[in-house]
Protein backbone atom coordinates (compact mmCIF):
# COMPACT_ATOMS: atom_id res chain seq x y z
CA UNK A 1 0.00 0.00 0.00
CA UNK A 2 0.93 3.66 -0.94
CA UNK A 3 2.56 5.71 1.91
CA UNK A 4 0.06 8.57 1.87
CA UNK A 5 1.40 10.81 5.18
CA UNK A 6 4.72 10.18 6.71
CA UNK A 7 6.34 12.05 9.75
CA UNK A 8 10.04 10.94 10.26
CA UNK A 9 11.72 11.63 13.73
CA UNK A 10 9.11 14.83 14.16
CA UNK A 11 9.52 16.79 17.42
CA UNK A 12 8.17 19.85 18.65
CA UNK A 13 8.83 22.12 21.90
CA UNK A 14 6.81 25.37 22.97
CA UNK A 15 9.81 26.41 25.52
CA UNK A 16 10.07 24.14 28.52
CA UNK A 17 6.94 22.29 27.29
CA UNK A 18 7.75 19.03 25.05
CA UNK A 19 4.27 18.51 23.14
CA UNK A 20 5.80 16.42 21.05
CA UNK A 21 8.88 13.52 21.55
CA UNK A 22 10.36 12.52 17.98
CA UNK A 23 7.83 10.71 16.42
CA UNK A 24 7.53 8.78 13.38
CA UNK A 25 4.33 7.79 11.47
CA UNK A 26 3.25 6.35 8.09
CA UNK A 27 -0.21 6.70 7.07
CA UNK A 28 -1.54 4.42 4.36
CA UNK A 29 -3.31 6.01 1.27
CA UNK A 30 -7.43 5.93 2.06
CA UNK A 31 -6.69 5.02 5.92
CA UNK A 32 -8.67 6.21 8.35
CA UNK A 33 -6.79 6.93 11.34
CA UNK A 34 -7.06 8.16 14.58
CA UNK A 35 -5.05 10.22 16.90
CA UNK A 36 -6.55 9.24 20.64
CA UNK A 37 -5.00 10.81 24.43
CA UNK A 38 -6.18 12.66 26.88
CA UNK A 39 -5.82 16.47 27.00
CA UNK A 40 -2.05 17.51 26.23
CA UNK A 41 -0.74 14.38 24.48
CA UNK A 42 -0.06 16.26 21.43
CA UNK A 43 -2.78 15.17 19.09
CA UNK A 44 -3.54 18.66 18.31
CA UNK A 45 0.31 19.19 17.70
CA UNK A 46 0.98 16.42 15.38
CA UNK A 47 -2.03 17.34 13.20
CA UNK A 48 -1.33 21.06 13.11
CA UNK A 49 2.64 20.06 11.64
CA UNK A 50 1.21 17.65 9.29
CA UNK A 51 -1.12 20.78 7.67
CA UNK A 52 1.48 22.89 8.33
CA UNK A 53 -0.09 25.53 10.73
CA UNK A 54 2.86 24.71 13.12
CA UNK A 55 6.54 24.38 12.07
CA UNK A 56 8.30 21.40 14.23
CA UNK A 57 11.57 21.70 15.56
CA UNK A 58 13.34 18.49 14.16
CA UNK A 59 12.25 15.32 12.08
CA UNK A 60 11.02 15.65 8.21
CA UNK A 61 6.95 15.59 6.90
CA UNK A 62 6.53 13.79 3.59
CA UNK A 63 3.09 13.81 1.87
CA UNK A 64 2.71 11.64 -1.19
CA UNK A 65 6.28 10.66 -1.19
CA UNK A 66 7.67 14.48 -1.16
CA UNK A 67 9.58 16.33 1.42
CA UNK A 68 7.36 18.68 2.80
CA UNK A 69 8.54 20.11 5.98
CA UNK A 70 8.47 23.49 4.78
CA UNK A 71 5.31 23.68 2.11
CA UNK A 72 3.15 26.76 2.94
CA UNK A 73 -0.55 25.18 4.09
CA UNK A 74 -2.61 25.83 0.88
CA UNK A 75 0.28 23.74 -1.14
CA UNK A 76 0.12 20.50 0.42
CA UNK A 77 -3.40 19.88 -0.98
CA UNK A 78 -4.77 18.90 2.89
CA UNK A 79 -8.53 19.48 3.97
CA UNK A 80 -8.67 20.67 7.53
CA UNK A 81 -11.89 20.44 9.70
CA UNK A 82 -11.42 21.78 12.87
CA UNK A 83 -13.89 21.62 16.01
CA UNK A 84 -14.79 25.94 15.03
CA UNK A 85 -15.87 25.20 11.75
CA UNK A 86 -16.61 28.41 11.12
CA UNK A 87 -18.73 28.94 7.71
CA UNK A 88 -19.14 32.85 6.48
CA UNK A 89 -23.01 33.50 8.48
CA UNK A 90 -23.45 35.77 5.33
CA UNK A 91 -22.86 33.25 2.47
CA UNK A 92 -25.43 30.75 1.51
CA UNK A 93 -24.67 27.36 1.80
CA UNK A 94 -23.80 26.58 -1.71
CA UNK A 95 -21.89 30.29 -1.67
CA UNK A 96 -19.80 28.44 0.91
CA UNK A 97 -19.28 25.22 -0.33
CA UNK A 98 -18.20 27.05 -3.18
CA UNK A 99 -15.60 29.47 -1.98
CA UNK A 100 -12.90 27.15 -2.11
CA UNK A 101 -13.39 26.52 -5.59
CA UNK A 102 -13.43 29.87 -6.03
CA UNK A 103 -10.19 30.81 -4.78
CA UNK A 104 -9.21 28.67 -7.23
CA UNK A 105 -11.03 30.23 -9.99
CA UNK A 106 -12.05 27.30 -11.60
CA UNK A 107 -15.13 28.58 -13.98
CA UNK A 108 -18.48 28.88 -13.08
CA UNK A 109 -20.09 26.04 -14.54
CA UNK A 110 -17.57 23.60 -13.16
CA UNK A 111 -18.48 25.44 -9.71
CA UNK A 112 -22.01 24.56 -10.04
CA UNK A 113 -21.79 21.00 -10.89
CA UNK A 114 -19.18 20.41 -8.63
CA UNK A 115 -21.26 21.89 -5.38
CA UNK A 116 -24.31 20.32 -6.63
CA UNK A 117 -22.76 16.61 -6.03
CA UNK A 118 -21.14 17.79 -2.88
CA UNK A 119 -24.80 18.64 -1.55
CA UNK A 120 -26.19 15.40 -2.80
CA UNK A 121 -23.03 13.96 -1.18
CA UNK A 122 -23.80 15.40 2.18
CA UNK A 123 -27.81 14.50 1.41
CA UNK A 124 -28.33 18.11 1.74
CA UNK A 125 -29.78 18.78 -1.80
CA UNK A 126 -32.27 21.22 -1.02
CA UNK A 127 -30.74 23.85 0.95
CA UNK A 128 -28.02 25.11 -0.83
CA UNK A 129 -29.80 28.74 -0.94
CA UNK A 130 -30.37 28.42 2.88
CA UNK A 131 -27.98 30.83 5.35
CA UNK A 132 -25.80 28.79 7.56
CA UNK A 133 -27.83 29.73 10.63
CA UNK A 134 -30.87 28.17 9.25
CA UNK A 135 -29.15 25.08 9.42
CA UNK A 136 -29.47 22.42 12.39
CA UNK A 137 -25.84 22.14 14.82
CA UNK A 138 -25.30 18.28 12.09
CA UNK A 139 -26.07 19.97 9.05
CA UNK A 140 -23.72 22.76 9.12
CA UNK A 141 -21.40 19.95 10.04
CA UNK A 142 -22.33 18.62 6.90
CA UNK A 143 -21.70 21.44 5.21
CA UNK A 144 -18.46 22.41 6.66
CA UNK A 145 -17.58 18.46 5.64
CA UNK A 146 -18.65 19.45 1.82
CA UNK A 147 -16.40 23.06 1.93
CA UNK A 148 -13.56 21.10 2.52
CA UNK A 149 -14.19 18.02 0.35
CA UNK A 150 -15.42 20.05 -2.46
CA UNK A 151 -11.67 20.21 -4.17
CA UNK A 152 -11.69 17.25 -3.31
CA UNK A 153 -8.39 17.04 -1.51
CA UNK A 154 -6.83 13.34 -1.39
CA UNK A 155 -6.30 13.76 2.46
CA UNK A 156 -8.31 15.38 5.12
CA UNK A 157 -7.68 16.30 8.79
CA UNK A 158 -10.36 16.83 11.36
CA UNK A 159 -9.53 17.93 14.59
CA UNK A 160 -12.76 16.87 17.12
CA UNK A 161 -14.97 17.92 15.02
CA UNK A 162 -18.04 16.67 16.57
CA UNK A 163 -16.54 17.67 20.11
CA UNK A 164 -19.56 20.37 20.10
CA UNK A 165 -22.21 17.73 18.79
CA UNK A 166 -24.78 16.33 21.17
CA UNK A 167 -24.57 12.30 21.60
CA UNK A 168 -26.91 11.31 19.31
CA UNK A 169 -25.92 14.09 16.53
CA UNK A 170 -22.19 12.25 17.09
CA UNK A 171 -23.80 8.66 16.40
CA UNK A 172 -25.21 9.88 13.20
CA UNK A 173 -22.36 11.84 11.78
CA UNK A 174 -19.53 9.26 12.96
CA UNK A 175 -21.62 7.42 10.35
CA UNK A 176 -21.82 10.06 8.38
CA UNK A 177 -17.92 10.61 7.82
CA UNK A 178 -17.36 7.07 7.49
CA UNK A 179 -19.36 6.62 4.58
CA UNK A 180 -17.91 10.31 3.40
CA UNK A 181 -14.68 8.37 3.81
CA UNK A 182 -15.46 5.29 2.02
CA UNK A 183 -17.10 7.25 -1.22
CA UNK A 184 -14.43 9.89 -1.83
CA UNK A 185 -11.68 7.14 -1.09
CA UNK A 186 -9.88 10.39 1.11
CA UNK A 187 -6.94 9.53 3.44
CA UNK A 188 -8.19 10.72 7.31
CA UNK A 189 -6.57 11.51 10.17
CA UNK A 190 -9.02 12.04 12.76
CA UNK A 191 -8.43 13.48 16.17
CA UNK A 192 -10.42 13.23 19.40
CA UNK A 193 -10.21 12.11 23.39
CA UNK A 194 -13.56 9.73 22.85
CA UNK A 195 -12.38 6.36 23.01
CA UNK A 196 -15.32 4.83 21.91
CA UNK A 197 -15.50 7.34 18.80
CA UNK A 198 -11.94 5.91 18.02
CA UNK A 199 -13.17 2.75 18.36
CA UNK A 200 -16.24 2.90 16.00
CA UNK A 201 -14.82 4.90 13.22
CA UNK A 202 -11.02 3.64 12.60
CA UNK A 203 -9.44 1.42 10.38
CA UNK A 204 -6.26 1.92 13.42
CA UNK A 205 -6.01 4.06 16.00
CA UNK A 206 -3.04 6.18 17.24
CA UNK A 207 -2.95 5.95 21.36
CA UNK A 208 -1.01 8.87 22.48
CA UNK A 209 0.42 9.75 25.63
CA UNK A 210 2.46 12.11 26.85
CA UNK A 211 3.90 13.84 23.58
CA UNK A 212 4.52 10.16 22.26
CA UNK A 213 2.68 7.07 20.54
CA UNK A 214 2.34 4.64 23.32
CA UNK A 215 0.78 2.55 20.72
CA UNK A 216 -0.43 1.72 16.92
CA UNK A 217 -2.64 -1.14 16.11
CA UNK A 218 -6.71 -1.82 14.93
CA UNK A 219 -9.01 -0.63 17.82
CA UNK A 220 -9.23 -4.73 18.37
CA UNK A 221 -5.46 -5.10 18.73
CA UNK A 222 -5.36 -1.78 21.14
CA UNK A 223 -8.48 -3.40 22.93
CA UNK A 224 -7.59 -6.99 23.55
CA UNK A 225 -3.49 -6.66 23.12
CA UNK A 226 -2.78 -3.26 24.81
CA UNK A 227 0.77 -3.24 25.19
CA UNK A 228 1.07 -0.86 28.12
CA UNK A 229 -0.85 0.20 31.56
CA UNK A 230 -1.75 3.34 30.10
CA UNK A 231 -3.20 1.61 27.06
CA UNK A 232 -4.79 -0.86 28.53
CA UNK A 233 -6.40 1.89 31.20
CA UNK A 234 -7.46 4.30 28.28
CA UNK A 235 -9.77 2.29 26.03
CA UNK A 236 -12.55 -0.16 28.05
CA UNK A 237 -12.08 -1.45 31.35
CA UNK A 238 -8.79 -3.50 32.65
CA UNK A 239 -8.77 -5.79 35.45
CA UNK A 240 -5.23 -5.91 36.70
CA UNK A 241 -4.40 -8.95 37.97
CA UNK A 242 -0.86 -10.77 39.54
CA UNK A 243 1.38 -11.61 37.36
CA UNK A 244 2.42 -15.27 37.29
CA UNK A 245 6.10 -16.08 38.93
CA UNK A 246 7.67 -17.06 35.38
CA UNK A 247 6.34 -13.73 33.71
CA UNK A 248 8.54 -11.28 33.12
CA UNK A 249 6.20 -8.57 33.10
CA UNK A 250 5.34 -6.12 35.88
CA UNK A 251 1.47 -6.25 35.15
CA UNK A 252 -1.00 -8.40 33.67
CA UNK A 253 -4.75 -7.40 32.92
CA UNK A 254 -7.81 -9.26 31.74
CA UNK A 255 -10.76 -7.65 30.01
CA UNK A 256 -14.12 -7.82 31.75
CA UNK A 257 -15.59 -10.35 29.15
CA UNK A 258 -12.96 -12.44 29.70
CA UNK A 259 -13.41 -12.60 33.54
CA UNK A 260 -16.67 -15.60 34.11
CA UNK A 261 -18.87 -16.07 37.31
CA UNK A 262 -18.01 -19.66 37.40
CA UNK A 263 -21.21 -21.98 37.95
CA UNK A 264 -20.40 -24.86 40.59
CA UNK A 265 -18.13 -27.45 38.92
CA UNK A 266 -17.20 -25.05 36.22
CA UNK A 267 -13.51 -24.59 35.12
CA UNK A 268 -11.07 -22.27 34.06
CA UNK A 269 -7.23 -21.60 34.10
CA UNK A 270 -7.08 -19.67 36.96
CA UNK A 271 -9.85 -19.44 39.53
CA UNK A 272 -10.21 -17.29 42.63
CA UNK A 273 -12.67 -16.81 45.39
CA UNK A 274 -14.45 -13.58 45.80
CA UNK A 275 -16.95 -11.62 47.58
CA UNK A 276 -20.12 -10.44 45.27
CA UNK A 277 -20.19 -6.88 45.99
CA UNK A 278 -23.01 -5.75 43.14
CA UNK A 279 -24.84 -6.95 40.01
CA UNK A 280 -26.12 -5.01 37.53
CA UNK A 281 -28.42 -6.22 34.73
CA UNK A 282 -27.82 -4.48 31.42
CA UNK A 283 -30.24 -6.71 28.85
CA UNK A 284 -27.80 -8.56 27.44
CA UNK A 285 -24.84 -8.30 29.72
CA UNK A 286 -24.34 -8.71 33.59
CA UNK A 287 -21.81 -6.60 34.94
CA UNK A 288 -20.68 -8.12 38.36
CA UNK A 289 -18.36 -6.37 40.49
CA UNK A 290 -16.34 -8.47 43.37
CA UNK A 291 -13.91 -7.77 46.12
CA UNK A 292 -10.74 -10.39 46.42
CA UNK A 293 -9.89 -11.19 49.33
CA UNK A 294 -6.81 -8.94 48.88
CA UNK A 295 -9.12 -6.38 48.68
CA UNK A 296 -8.41 -5.79 44.79
CA UNK A 297 -11.76 -5.38 43.01
CA UNK A 298 -12.72 -7.34 39.88
CA UNK A 299 -15.48 -6.65 37.08
CA UNK A 300 -16.92 -9.52 35.05
CA UNK A 301 -19.35 -9.10 32.32
CA UNK A 302 -20.94 -12.23 31.21
CA UNK A 303 -24.16 -13.16 29.21
CA UNK A 304 -27.36 -12.57 30.80
CA UNK A 305 -28.48 -16.03 31.70
CA UNK A 306 -32.28 -15.90 32.78
CA UNK A 307 -32.37 -19.44 33.99
CA UNK A 308 -29.37 -18.93 36.39
CA UNK A 309 -29.66 -18.77 40.07
CA UNK A 310 -29.58 -14.95 40.55
CA UNK A 311 -26.60 -13.99 42.55
CA UNK A 312 -27.16 -11.60 45.70
CA UNK A 313 -24.31 -9.08 46.76
CA UNK A 314 -22.45 -9.73 50.06
CA UNK A 315 -22.07 -14.19 48.59
CA UNK A 316 -18.96 -15.57 48.15
CA UNK A 317 -18.70 -16.17 43.85
CA UNK A 318 -15.88 -17.90 42.07
CA UNK A 319 -14.33 -15.64 39.17
CA UNK A 320 -12.48 -17.78 36.29
CA UNK A 321 -10.21 -17.07 33.48
CA UNK A 322 -8.13 -18.45 30.88
CA UNK A 323 -4.33 -18.18 30.18
CA UNK A 324 -5.00 -17.24 26.44
CA UNK A 325 -6.70 -14.29 27.93
CA UNK A 326 -4.30 -12.93 30.19
CA UNK A 327 -2.70 -9.74 28.68
CA UNK A 328 1.16 -9.14 29.58
CA UNK A 329 1.84 -5.65 30.32
CA UNK A 330 4.71 -2.84 30.24
CA UNK A 331 4.48 -0.64 32.06
CA UNK A 332 6.52 2.10 30.52
CA UNK A 333 5.97 1.57 26.39
CA UNK A 334 5.40 4.81 24.72
CA UNK A 335 7.05 6.77 27.83
N1 LIG B 1 0.87 27.37 21.23
C1 LIG B 1 1.28 26.73 22.33
N2 LIG B 1 2.06 27.33 23.24
C2 LIG B 1 2.51 26.68 24.32
N3 LIG B 1 2.21 25.39 24.61
C3 LIG B 1 1.42 24.74 23.75
C4 LIG B 1 0.91 25.35 22.57
N4 LIG B 1 0.17 24.44 21.91
C5 LIG B 1 0.19 23.31 22.64
N5 LIG B 1 0.95 23.49 23.75
C6 LIG B 1 1.24 22.46 24.77
O1 LIG B 1 1.70 21.29 24.12
C7 LIG B 1 1.16 20.13 24.71
C8 LIG B 1 0.40 19.31 23.66
O2 LIG B 1 -0.74 20.05 23.26
P1 LIG B 1 -1.77 19.54 22.16
O3 LIG B 1 -2.74 20.67 21.91
O4 LIG B 1 -1.04 18.99 21.01
O5 LIG B 1 -2.50 18.36 22.94
P2 LIG B 1 -3.86 17.60 22.59
O6 LIG B 1 -3.56 16.16 22.81
O7 LIG B 1 -4.35 18.02 21.27
O8 LIG B 1 -4.83 18.13 23.74
P3 LIG B 1 -6.42 18.46 23.70
O9 LIG B 1 -7.12 17.15 23.61
O10 LIG B 1 -6.64 19.14 25.02
O11 LIG B 1 -6.65 19.36 22.52
C9 LIG B 1 0.30 20.59 25.87
O12 LIG B 1 1.05 20.50 27.05
C10 LIG B 1 -0.01 22.02 25.51
O13 LIG B 1 -0.23 22.79 26.66
Sequence with gaps: MKT?????????????????RPTTLDVPEGEFLTLLGPSGSGKSTLLQILAGLT????????????????????????GLIFQ????????????????????????????????????????????????????????????????CSVYEPSIILMDEPLGALDKRLRDDMQTEIRRLHKEL????????????????????????????????????????????VFAAEFVGHANFIAPTPASATSKCMVRP?????????????????????????????????ARLITGERLVAVNWS???????????TVRLGWDACNTVHLAAEVGR
Design 185 to 228: GATILYVTHDQEEAMAMSDRICLMNDGGIAQLGTPSEIYFRPRS
Design 55 to 78: ACDHGDVWIDGRLSTDTPPHDRGI
Design 305 to 315: DEKGAPHHPGE
Design 84 to 147: NYALFPHLTVAQNIAFPLEMRRLPRAEIDRRVARMLEVVQLPHVGDRLPRELSGGQQQRVAFAR
Design 257 to 289: ENIRLLREGEKADTVVDAILEDTIMLGAFSRHV
Design 4 to 20: KLRLDQVAKSYGSVRAL
